[in-house]
């Protein structure tokens, strides 16, 4: 008998799931997460789970990984002191970017300062043409005494950026023997391995991040695997990257800019598995955890990616699950300004101190207090009793910096603090929905994080939406997510060619390498051969236009230039309206996907409903109109599947808990989702008023 352990480390709770390959059955924990040093409390959360589970380590065959080590590295500014070595004329191409503003009319907005200073970035003087013949050959002893310059400064990474390498990488591949000479043990990123594709500006951006992860990266890994090691756990350790797929130890120290947005990718992936199984294709995911909300939109059951992002400021260019981010979770810290405005975050009390309620110290009020004072969550404990809850404080930090200073009632003042935060993640809904031409009635809210559900009800009639899914233990779903995810990477080459009969022939044997390269990483990932898929794409644009779009190819083998242009027209349209008659079409990038598939087990809800799931009542507060509701407290894993509830409600489970308004009702389906829908649209619009 074997389990698959999925866990994903959060600013504020570390959550596992863990699959008994055997039975299928799914069992879920959490503990407090350590900012300081992220591997403790997974080491912790292992252990409480195979003594709690009386597992023998040795029985655990899988771990998969969620983090945000690096893309808080980015935001802190705590990486590593880092070196360029740069085309000779380009060293300031790291500053100058786009020479666009953060924001168009705020002047106060700036961009971050470069991760590497300009003393730093040096000029080596060599140049490859764009067709990615030789105009200047690599001065070696240029190389040589950057290299010295460098030790003088102790950087710790080095990046080798130079001109149109994603055509000819054999300079950066030289450069690189060269400081392997110099500078032995210095971790050092190509771009030309890291991003070959054009673009200089996003191509180096994208390589500094890379480069400045790496260090510090590789000790967070080597502490982990010592950690894991130390527990007995001979399991092989895989890591989400910002695509949603999984990939080896040995592949996150190579590419470490991957995972910026590693767990709550997974909490994507585990959300479109959730509405697959629970018949629902067009999903907006709300994930809210202690210190921010992620939202993203998954269409026809497949989730929506991007590859231009920014990480903390800069850009990156891989490829990302589309996330929309904004600084607001159970931890948000609210405030009355200046001029007598309440806001509510971007500021988070985060797992030190936390929320006034957690009683670690936290002096300032948050959405958890205001959920505390209007009784929608436990007044005592939270977590299965391990999170003891100071409710007096709540009240008392919430009448004295919001109640006390506006002038009003204690309730008011805690329902303001939870309509802004709606409010505000109404506008994060919007940018991944509305804003891309999604009509946001055809989808369904799936609500997860330790947050997620607390919030859903007062989210969708904010935004319009009539039907919310909470899955099982929802604020361990990035987790669960983990091990519904397939092992991917994905290879892009740039080419830049008229797509022309004559130049066909040569863009299929780019693509025929490119799914070799794949297959070759598909077997150092030891991925069966049965289980493996290769998807290709290619970029395309009009002659002359600026932006480019996929095209998806079915069938290489089948495919013809006349195909592939008719495509390409017909995608064209579809996204902006119309296409430009003859135009010629020119491709961008060859992209491919490897893949490998993972079994992804979905256990239904058996065994249940023997125990009453009424564990009592308690009032909760659902805004002036209403007011204050007498609501049954249920217990989540006592719901027997085709159970009903009409609202109001509060159903409790360890990872989180879901309120359903008096305007709401729910149905437990057979995989134990809740279900939520509207049913009193007079009740509804006492809610609204």
């Known amino acids: 008998m074997g389990y698959r352990i999925g866990f994903d480390v959060g600013g504020t709770f570390t959550d596992f799931t863990i699959i008994n390959d055997e039975s299928g059955v799914v069992d879920y924990f959490k503990v407090s997460s350590t900012p300081d040093d992220p591997s403790a409390a997974i080491e912790s959360g292992l252990a409480s789970l195979i003594e709690n589970l009386e597992i023998s380590p040795d029985q655990v065959s899988h771990l998969g990984h969620g983090t945000t080590v690096a893309t808080n590295m980015a935001i802190e500014r705590k990486g590593a002191r880092t070196g360029l070595m740069t085309t000779r004329g380009f060293r300031d191409v790291l500053e100058i970017g786009r020479q666009t503003r953060p924001h168009l009319y705020n002047y106060r907005v700036r961009r971050p300062e470069p991760l590497i200073p300009r003393h730093l970035r040096l000029e080596i003087d060599e140049r490859i043409l764009a067709d990615g013949s030789v105009h200047r050959p690599l001065d070696e002893n240029a190389v040589r005494a950057a290299a010295r310059r460098l030790v003088e400064s102790d950087i710790e990474a080095v990046v080798i950026c130079f001109l149109h390498s994603y055509r000819n990488p054999s300079h950066e591949r030289r450069a690189r023997e060269i400081l392997a000479e110099e500078l032995p043990g210095v971790y050092v990123s190509l771009s030309s391995e890291v991003l070959p594709e054009f673009r200089e500006f996003e191509r180096l951006s994208t390589t500094v991040l890379n480069a400045y992860m790496g260090p510090r990266m590789q000790r967070y890994l080597e502490k982990l695997l010592t950690r894991v090691k130390g527990l007995g756990i001979s399991a092989n350790l895989d890591t989400v990257h910002s695509n949603g797929g999984l990939m080896s130890v040995a592949t996150v120290r190579e590419m470490p800019v991957r995972t910026c947005v590693s767990g709550p990718a997974a909490g994507v992936i585990g959300a479109a598995e959730v509405g697959r199984t629970a018949g629902f294709r067009n999903l907006v995911t709300f994930d809210v955890g202690g210190t921010s909300t992620d939202v993203s939109i998954i269409v026809d059951g497949q989730p929506l ?178 091990l519904l995810s397939d092992i991917t990477m994905d290879f892009v080459r740039s080419e830049l060619m008229l797509a022309t009969p004559d130049i066909w022939r040569e863009v299929i044997a780019v693509l025929r390498g490119m799914h070799d390269k794949a297959e070759a990483w598909l077997t150092r990932e030891l991925v069966p051969d049965s289980e493996r898929r290769i998807e290709t794409m290619i970029d395309a644009r009009y002659d002359g236009q600026n932006y480019e779009l996929a095209v998806v190819v079915r069938d290489l083998a089948k495919l013809s230039v006349d195909g592939f242009v008719a495509e390409f027209k017909d995608r064209h349209k579809r996204e902006y309206g119309y296409d430009i008659e003859g135009r010629a ?31 009592g009542e308690r009032n909760a507060f659902f805004g002036r109109e209403i007011g204050w509701r007498q609501t049954p407290v249920l217990r989540r894993e006592r719901l027997p599947a085709g159970m009903e509830i009409q609202g109001p409600a509060i159903v409790e489970e360890m990872s989180s808990t879901t309120v359903i308004h008096p305007s709401q009702q729910v149905i437990v389906d057979e995989f134990g989702n809740l279900i939520i829908t509207r049913s009193a649209p007079h009740e509804e619009a006492l809610e609204n008023a």
């Open 305 to 482: 990616f991007a590859s231009d992002r920014t990480v903390a400021g800069f850009p990156v260019r891989t490829p990302m699950v589309d996330i929309h981010v904004i600084g607001a979770g159970g931890g948000s810290i609210a405030a009355v300004d200046d001029a007598g405005s309440l806001k509510v975050g971007p500021k988070s009390a985060g797992a030190v101190p936390g929320p006034v309620a957690y009683d670690r110290g936290g002096t300032a009020p948050t959405i958890t207090d205001a959920n505390i004072v209007l009784g929608r969550l436990d007044q005592h404990s939270l977590l299965d009793g391990r999170l003891l809850i100071n409710a007096a404080g709540a009240r008392a930090v919430i009448q004295d910096k919001v109640a006390g200073p506006l002038g009003i009632d204690l309730e008011d003042a805690a329902y303001g603090i939870l309509r802004i935060a709606a409010a505000n993640m109404n506008r994060a809904i919007h940018a991944v929905s509305t804003e891309k031409g999604h009509d946001i009635r055809e989808f369904a809210l799936i609500a997860y994080g330790g947050a997620g559900p607390l919030h859903a009800a007062d989210l969708a009639r904010e935004a319009g939406i009539n039907t919310i899914i909470v899955p099982r233990e929802p604020g361990t779903l990035c987790a669960r997510g983990i």
């Open 585 to 615: 079409v020119e491709i961008v990038n060859c992209r491919v996907r490897a893949v490998g598939r993972i079994e992804k087990a979905h256990s239904r809800l058996e065994g249940v409903g023997g125990e009453d799931p009424k564990t």
